[in-house]
């Protein structure tokens, strides 16, 4: 079992900055992606960035050149750092991940959630 324990949510004004944490544990071999998704309410959750073992990046066009994904391996954590925070990012953030057990099965895990509310 892989949990994800996610922090560094909160209430920011429009054109703010927060950083996201997201830390792995449990019998892990490897993680090859570590990403973040979001759902605002009355929406479809979407991949908001990801990022490989390897350091390959991915965003969202709504989030490119204001949001940057970043993991550390050896720690299993991967953070979001937001800025230039805009109203309509306003939404629960959920860290995900996906890699292998030791015993070679793979896994898919998800985070509790974390709310980022962008308002003046």
């Known amino acids: 079992q892989v949990q994800l324990v996610e922090s560094g949510g909160g209430l920011v004004q429009p054109g703010g900055s927060l950083r996201l944490s997201c830390a792995a544990s449990?019998?892990?071999?490897?993680?090859?992606?570590m990403a973040w998704y979001r759902q605002a309410p009355g929406k479809q959750r979407e991949l908001v960035a990801a990022i490989t073992s390897g350091g390959n990046t991915n965003y969202a066009d709504s989030v490119k050149g204001r949001f940057t994904i970043s993991r550390n391996n050896a720690k299993n954590t991967v953070y979001l750092q937001m800025n230039s925070l805009k109203p309509e990012d306003t939404a629960v953030y959920y860290c995900n991940a996906e890699g292998s057990f030791y015993s070679g099965s793979p896994f898919t895990s998800w985070g509790q959630g974390t709310q980022v509310t962008v308002s003046s």
């Open positions: 449990g019998s892990i071999f490897n993680i090859h992606t």
